[in-house]
C-alpha cells in the first residue's frame, strides 16, 4: 500500500533523525530554555530577518492554533477566518473549547479578502446590539490554504493594512508554509511574509519533523506573558530539546526548503498523472496538495493499493479526493500510480 493521504505519514527526515541520536546522551535543561532551542531561534530569525522576533516551540498545530489564539484574544473576542479554514472545519471545536468563537466568512478558493474583513468590522461596529455580538479580535488565515491555494503578497499585505486599520491581530497558520513559499505561484517571501502579520508559525510536522511547530511571534504585545501560557495550555514541552534540535537540523542548509520544493515537484508528477488520464481538478492547488474528481468505482478499484483523502461529495457516482506528496515522496511511488491510473482507462 502506498499512502498519498497527507503529508505527515512518514517519521522524520534523516538528518533530524541523525541530530537527535547525536545529541541524545547530552544533558540539557528543560521546557525550550537549552542551547538548541535558542540555535534554532537565531536560524529562524535570520531566515525571517527579522532579529526582534520572539520564536517559541510548539508540538502539534492544533495545540499551536488554540494557545496563540487564547493568549491573543480578550474573552468576548472571536477569530474571523475562511468557512473553509482549518479551525472551523478540522480541529472538532478546539477553537470554541477556549471560550472563542470562530467567526466564518464565505470563501473563494479557499481564500477570505481584506474588504470582507472590513464589511464585517463595520457590521459589527455599527450594529446596535454590538456589545451583545461576540467582536472580532484577530483574523486567520492559513498558508497554503486547506485546498493549497496562496494568498498573493498584494492579499497578504491589503489584509495586514485592514487588521492594522481595525485594531485586529493577523495569524497566519504555517502547518505547510514550506510548501507554499516554494510553490511556483508563490510571489512573497519568508521575511515579506513574517513582516505582513503579527504571528505565525512554520509547520514542521508536515514538513520533515517527528513532530513540531515554531512560532514566530513579531508583534511586542503578543510577545508578552506568551510562556505562561504555554505552560497553561500544555503546550510547554519537558523536553524542549527535542523540538530546538530538530528545528535547528531542519534550518541548516536550506533543508527546509530543498524537501518542500520535492514535494512540489512531486506534486507536480501527481496531478500530471490524473489530468492527462482526463480527470478534472477539484480544486487548483499549485502545492503540494492535488484535488481530483473520479468516479467512485474507480476510487474503489485504487483503493486497494493506494491511499488518498476523502474531501467532498460531488454527484451521486463522483467524490472530491485529495492526493498529497510529501518531502519524502519518491518518483517509484509516483509511477506506480500512473500505472494504475493509466489501466483503470483500460
Not at 502545492?287 to 467532498?312: C, H, K, M, S
Request: proline share 4%; glycine share 8%.
Amino acid at each position: 500500500m502506498i499512502h498519498f493521504n497527507s503529508d505527515y505519514l512518514e517519521g522524520a527526515h534523516p538528518a533530524v533523525l541523525q541530530r537527535l541520536v547525536e545529541t541524545n546522551m547530552e544533558q540539557a535543561i528543560g521546557y525550550g530554555c537549552d542551547p538548541y532551542c535558542e540555535a534554532a531561534r537565531e536560524k529562524i530569525r535570520a531566515a525571517c530577518g527579522a532579529p526582534e522576533a520572539d520564536v517559541q516551540f510548539l508540538v502539534g498545530g492544533t495545540q499551536t492554533n488554540t494557545t496563540i489564539i487564547a493568549s491573543a484574544l480578550r474573552p468576548f473576542q472571536g477569530a474571523i477566518c475562511a468557512v473553509s479554514g482549518h479551525i472551523n472545519c478540522h480541529e472538532t471545536g478546539a477553537i470554541e473549547s477556549t471560550g472563542h468563537k470562530v467567526i466564518a466568512l464565505p470563501a473563494e478558493s479557499g481564500k477570505i479578502t481584506a474588504q470582507q474583513v472590513a464589511d464585517y468590522v463595520e457590521w459589527h461596529r455599527n450594529d446596535e446590539s454590538m456589545e451583545h455580538i461576540v467582536y472580532p479580535g484577530m483574523v486567520y488565515i492559513s498558508y497554503p490554504t486547506e485546498g493549497g491555494t496562496l494568498y498573493s503578497k498584494a492579499e497578504l499585505t491589503a489584509m495586514y493594512e485592514t487588521c492594522r486599520q481595525y485594531g485586529l491581530y493577523l495569524f497566519i497558520d504555517g502547518a505547510r508554509l514550506g510548501y507554499g513559499l516554494t510553490s511556483d505561484a508563490c510571489d512573497v517571501t519568508l521575511p515579506e511574509l513574517a513582516h505582513l502579520c503579527d504571528v505565525f508559525y512554520i509547520g514542521g510536522t508536515k514538513i520533515g519533523l517527528l513532530f513540531g511547530e515554531a512560532v514566530v511571534i513579531m508583534n511586542p504585545a503578543l510577545q508578552r506573558d506568551f510562556r505562561p501560557m504555554l505552560k497553561q495550555r500544555g503546550a510547554m514541552l519537558a523536553k524542549g530539546r527535542l523540538l530546538g534540535l530538530q528545528f535547528d537540523a531542519l534550518f541548516t542548509d536550506d533543508l527546509y526548503f530543498r524537501i518542500s520544493r520535492h514535494a512540489n515537484e512531486m506534486a507536480k508528477k501527481i496531478r500530471e498523472v490524473f489530468v492527462s488520464a482526463g480527470y478534472p481538478l477539484l480544486f487548483d492547488s499549485p502545492t503540494n496538495q492535488q484535488f481530483f474528481v473520479i468516479p467512485d468505482d474507480e476510487l474503489a478499484i485504487l483503493a486497494r493499493d493506494f491511499g488518498y483523502e476523502y474531501w467532498e461529495r460531488v454527484d451521486a457516482t463522483h467524490s472530491g479526493v485529495r492526493f498529497a506528496a510529501s518531502w519524502a515522496t519518491t518518483d517509484e511511488q509516483v509511477e506506480a500510480l500512473r500505472k494504475a491510473v493509466n489501466g483503470l482507462k483500460k
